[in-house]
């Protein structure tokens, strides 16, 4: 695929993907005066289209692979139910932030929601960082012809910090929202997103090679000390 046409489909999708957001955040809330959310979607913006550019011009073909996402775009059966249940949590605190907005359930200082913002825009921007040192981290469960394993920078600390980058950005997002409420969503999410990556190892131990060796080299696989 040429650049160009990477390049159209990053924008076309880049725009789908605001009209949903903006959808999700303002619909429920019942008002475009919600500005926690304009700030929220401005900071998503910058901190995916930013990088996104960067890999246009740098590495098109990694840039592509994160585009190939979605439950469809998995193979594993565990992965698409895995997948599933990620989008339904990062709507679903989407939504009850909207719901929290509309009904004021929180009283969310104006700090906090500040501190949300930065947490959101450093999962992001751990998120792209991965994809820049490991060019072959995908949206999707995969392994490629070729692909080596990634075992430095991020991935010398933990074995999946793109991982830990989602799960500041869940932990982020519902405060940027001025929602305490939406982070029960975290509850499902780590779940699920636990349930992904112990699939995923199982996958990378039987498909690429060196990787079970990296895990004895690597113990934790998203928190130091911790799992």
């Given amino acids: 695929m040429t650049n160009m046409k990477i390049a159209g489909q990053a924008a076309a999708t880049s725009v789908l993907g605001l009209l949903g957001l903006g959808v999700i955040l303002f619909v429920p809330a019942g008002t475009l005066n919600y500005w926690q959310a304009w700030v929220f979607i401005a900071v998503f913006t910058v901190g995916t289209q930013g990088p996104g550019i960067y890999?246009?011009?740098k590495n098109p073909a990694a840039l592509q692979r994160r585009m190939h996402a979605g439950p469809t775009a998995e193979t594993r059966f565990a992965q698409k139910l895995a997948v599933t249940g990620l989008f339904a949590t990062a709507i679903g605190a989407m939504v009850i932030s909207a719901l929290d907005y509309r009904w004021a359930w929180s009283a969310v200082p104006l700090w906090v929601v500040v501190a949300g913002d930065v947490l959101v825009a450093v999962g992001l921007t751990?998120?792209?960082v991965v994809v820049i040192q490991n060019s072959y981290a995908a949206a999707n469960v995969t392994v490629e012809e070729?692909?080596?394993l990634a075992t430095t920078g991020l991935y010398g600390v933990v074995r999946h910090p793109m991982y830990v980058g989602v799960l500041i950005m869940s932990?982020?997002?519902p405060l940027a929202l001025?929602?305490?409420w939406a982070l029960l969503t975290l509850i499902p999410c780590t779940?699920?997103?636990a349930v992904r990556i112990l699939d995923e190892e199982r996958a990378?131990?039987?498909q690429l090679a060196g990787y079970r060796?990296?895990?004895k080299d690597v113990r934790y696989r998203v928190v130091p000390y911790v799992w």
Avoid: N
């Fill in 213 to 215: 060796d990296y895990m």
């Fill in 171 to 173: 932990v982020g997002m």
């Fill in 178 to 180: 001025g929602s305490y």
């Fill in 55 to 57: 890999l246009l011009v």
């Fill in 204 to 206: 990378l131990e039987q």
């Fill in 146 to 148: 070729g692909q080596e």
């Fill in 126 to 128: 751990m998120s792209q």
């Fill in 191 to 193: 779940a699920v997103l």
